[in-house]
């Protein structure tokens, strides 16, 4: 395997007996907008092999489709039905508990394809329904640049005030884009949770069901193959966020990689580790590259 680095043994015995990867997006896969080096031809070798994998990710900017294909264009050969997404989550969410009833979701036009099939209210129909006094089933806050604005933040501020359930894609307070340190919509949800007083669900990492829809994901795909049952502690997470990742990973019994290559560094790995909640990962790595010669290097 010319395309990886050299087999680190002691990750490959803290790994052992792992079948399968959830992997994160941002910090893992990219950073910044770009590949992080050796991620995709880690990838690569994931595919070469046959090794089992899902990109577990609180992206909710763009719809599967287009992260599979933005992905191509920075070298990685991820196919849409490999991502698993706070968006997608969202969406099976109001298909299960909205269905046929009005909602209205903040996200881009783009994110919004994952919605089809159900009733998303536009910002004209949602303007109606405070006018008229018609129920609103929820509010499902997304990231969007462009349609993160007061104007609309008002319009799930008051909908909420009425009734309507909240409802967060993540809480992610931020993330780091080619401009720097960038503000996250799970900042514009906690203010809204702040001025209407009522506590958002939430639906992407760490939220245990967000875990356990792709650990049965994953199962299923070992059942379908005739592998033995594929059980928690057989997924490795690998993340970057110590809190959504690597907390969360851990309380719904996955191992846990942590790694070098995104927005939080040692100094909140150790801090986390202190803390009542003991975030301890199973492994930690310089960059997935490691990861994965560790496993099929
Ligand atoms: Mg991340």
Redesign the pocket.
Known sequence: MPDLPPRDDSLRAALHGVRGLLL?????LVLKGAAVPGAPEALAALERVGFPYLVV??TSLVSRATLARWGRSVGFATPADRFQSALTASAELAGREFAGRPVYVITSDDARAEFDGLAVLDAAAVDAALAEGRDVAAVILGDSPDQLTRETLNRAFRLVLRGAVLVGMHRNPW?LTPEGPTLDAGTFLVGLEWATKRKARTVGKPDPAFFRVAAERMATGASARGEPRLLRHHLAMV???VF??IGGGRRAGLRTVFVRT??HGDAELAEAARGVRGYRPDAVAPSIAEVVAALVG
């Open positions: 994160d997006l941002d910090g893992v990710t609180n993330w993340g970057d966020d959504n990742d995104g927005k």
